[in-house]
């Protein structure tokens, strides 16, 4: 069975530019996960996806963060403008539906990707 | 609020030896779900072990396993016998209604095992 498949691994960029992830989740997971992981903290959760609707965005920066995941598959987070703080590894995550499946389901992550901004 | 707090930063244990990683929780909710991850330094976060709260008996998954006291809170990860490989961060995390079954994770623990 494929994992959770992330691109870029790494990407460097200058403050206020701009950068797109994109994430391949394991086949038949309903629910896709967006996290940040700074340096030597825990993963924080930035968007989690039920199929294609949002369940949770509570703690996404709403002025630079967007993230979509289209026909419930795929799913990209965007950063525009970025700023020296989201320097980070952005982890993808998926999941069978945590709703319905009970708390049990546990999460499948990516290899993350590293992001610097100088 | 729900929260995860991991006391440890760092820890030492001899190769062959066991430890114990230790996770406080807090959650109004009475259903609840406990779990542990490890994080190599490859960067990609492994599940290791599950507990639900209303679980009677302390799961167990191999050389891991969760000492859940529901009373206190806590949801310890004990690791026996210790290999070199085990050296990684471990991160307690939950799951619960409150949160919209969001997860929340602790700060960590880096583990090395010495040989």
């Known amino acids: ?118 | 609020a729900q929260k995860i707090t991991q006391t440890q930063p760092g820890m030492f244990v001899q190769e062959k030896e066991a430890v114990t990683l230790d996770c406080t929780y807090d959650t109004s909710d009475q259903s609840y779900g406990l779990f542990w991850y490890k994080q190599p330094s490859s960067g990609e976060m492994i599940f290791l072990i599950y507990q639900g709260s209303y679980d009677e008996q302390n799961a167990t998954e191999g050389r891991y396993s969760l000492n859940f006291q529901k009373a206190r809170k806590s949801a310890n990860l004990v690791i026996s016998a210790s290999q070199l490989g085990d050296s990684a961060m471990y991160f307690c995390a939950m799951r619960g209604f409150t949160g919209g079954f969001k997860t929340i994770f602790g700060a960590g623990t880096r583990l090395f095992v010495k040989a």
């Not at chain 1, 797109?20 to 309903?30: E, Y």
């Open chain 1, 1 to 118: 069975e494929a994992g959770v498949a992330q691109s870029p691994r790494y990407k460097i960029i200058e403050k206020r530019q701009s950068v797109a992830f994109w994430c391949n989740p394991i086949s038949g997971h309903a629910t896709l996960y967006w996290y940040q992981q700074i340096l030597g903290q825990g993963p924080k959760l930035l968007i989690q996806f039920q199929n294609n609707g949002v369940v949770d965005d509570s703690q996404l920066p709403k002025d630079r963060f967007s993230a979509e995941r289209l026909k419930g598959v795929d799913s990209t987070l965007k950063i525009q403008p970025a700023k020296l703080e989201d320097s980070a590894v952005y982890l993808c995550a998926s999941s069978l539906d945590s709703r319905t499946g009970g708390m049990g389901n546990e999460q499948f992550f990516g290899p993350g990707t590293r992001l610097t901004v100088l």
